[in-house]
């Protein structure tokens, strides 16, 4: 097989391999670096040793992912507060779109609310739920756990039965039809409105790693309204270029969500944002938000 053929073909699976490493490791950069060392690994392996490419590939992604997942717990130790996966940020209503993480985070599967979900499962309760999900058999990801296939079967299970719960996706009319009612009533001020947009069982999440104040987890309509309130009332929120803390609405893992910018003299090189916000909605109002206020996270938005 030539190198260029070989090369157009690994780049036709780049979505799928993109969205299970994204999925396996919350990360973008983890997800890319997998996708990439994949790369390396296929042009290392002679083509009589693969039956089929595409099954091929997924495994290998993801017993790469599965080294990285079982590494996280000791690099977290020292994280602080809350941990939250990596946001994709892209412009409202893109057409065209030619990024593959781009088009895997449209995905339902690569929803923020389905990716904090898929963070409690252990490494290998979330490997064989991925990958059963993305097409390989119990047997495939057995091999890759090294356990009997019964046991693959169960962890995959187990994965499903935790991560059932969360919302199904409602149109995106819906989902922006709830931020703007959420927006609007935070800049209102008025409590009882902020109360009215949000979900009873809604839970508020920050992750910042230290670097601001944030929430970690707040749970409650109640509880949430006045969190945001008074963030709100300490750093000013609007969309106009005077506001104190502008925002702007951005896709956040493919659905509306808030991109945040606390200094507009900022050098646009260097420019990232200063929070981003993704929401999960039911019932037609925010059941989930998701504060990123790590900028280590954020380094690579591009709004352009």
């Given at each position: 097989?030539?190198?260029?053929?070989?090369?157009?073909?690994?780049?036709?699976?780049?979505?799928?391999?993109?969205?299970?490493?994204?999925?396996?490791?919350?990360?973008?950069?983890?997800?890319?670096?997998?996708?990439?060392?994949?790369?390396?690994?296929?042009?290392?392996?002679?083509?009589?040793?693969?039956?089929?490419?595409?099954?091929?590939?997924?495994?290998?992604?993801?017993?790469?992912?599965?080294?990285?997942?079982?590494?996280?717990?000791?690099?977290?130790?020292?994280?602080?507060?809350?941990?939250?996966?990596?946001?994709?940020?892209?412009?409202?209503?893109?057409?065209?779109?030619?990024?593959?993480?781009?088009?895997?985070?449209?995905?339902?599967?690569?929803?923020?609310?389905?990716?904090?979900?898929?963070?409690?499962l252990t490494p290998e309760r979330r490997l064989a739920l991925v990958l059963h999900e993305a097409g390989l058999s119990f047997e495939e990801i057995a091999?890759?756990?090294?356990?009997?296939?019964?046991?693959?079967?169960?962890?995959?299970?187990?994965?499903?039965?935790?991560?059932?719960?969360?919302?199904?996706?409602?149109?995106?009319?819906?989902?922006?039809?709830?931020?703007?009612?959420?927006?609007?009533?935070?800049?209102?001020?008025?409590?009882?409105?902020?109360?009215?947009?949000?979900?009873?069982?809604?839970?508020?999440?920050?992750?910042?790693?230290?670097?601001?104040?944030?929430?970690?987890?707040v749970g409650g309509a109640e509880r949430i309204a006045r969190e945001m309130l008074a963030l709100v009332r300490r750093y000013g929120i609007g969309a106009?270029?005077?506001?104190?803390?502008?925002?702007?609405?951005?896709?956040?893992?493919?659905?509306?969500?808030?991109?945040?910018?606390?200094?507009?003299?900022?050098?646009?090189?260097?420019?990232?944002?200063?929070?981003?916000?993704?929401?999960?909605?039911?019932?037609?109002?925010?059941?989930?938000?998701?504060?990123?206020?790590?900028?280590?996270?954020?380094?690579?938005?591009?709004?352009?």
């Open positions: 097989m030539v190198a260029a053929l070989l090369a157009d073909l690994f780049e036709s699976h780049r979505a799928p391999l993109l969205s299970v490493a994204y999925r396996l490791t919350g990360g973008v950069v983890d997800a890319e670096d997998a996708v990439g060392e994949t790369w390396l690994r296929l042009t290392g392996t002679h083509q009589s040793e693969i039956d089929e490419l595409r099954p091929w590939l997924i495994a290998m992604v993801g017993r790469i992912c599965l080294d990285h997942m079982r590494g996280a717990p000791a690099r977290r130790e020292t994280y602080v507060g809350q941990w939250l996966p990596e946001p994709v940020v892209t412009k409202p209503a893109a057409s065209g779109v030619s990024d593959p993480l781009e088009t895997v985070v449209r995905q339902p599967e690569c929803r923020m609310a389905m990716m904090v979900a898929l963070d409690a091999d890759i756990l090294e356990v009997p296939v019964a046991q693959a079967r169960s962890a995959a299970e187990q994965g499903r039965e935790t991560v059932r719960d969360v919302p199904a996706p409602v149109s995106d009319t819906e989902h922006d039809a709830a931020v703007r009612k959420l927006l609007a009533a935070l800049e209102s001020g008025d409590e009882a409105a902020v109360v009215a947009a949000l979900h009873p069982d809604a839970v508020l999440m920050g992750d910042a790693n230290g670097t601001t104040p944030t929430v970690t987890v106009s270029c005077d506001a104190a803390t502008r925002y702007e609405l951005a896709t956040v893992n493919g659905r509306t969500g808030v991109v945040m910018n606390l200094d507009s003299a900022t050098d646009e090189q260097d420019w990232h944002p200063a929070r981003v916000v993704g929401f999960t909605v039911r019932d037609g109002v925010i059941w989930g938000a998701y504060d990123h206020a790590n900028p280590a996270k954020l380094t690579g938005v591009r709004l352009g």
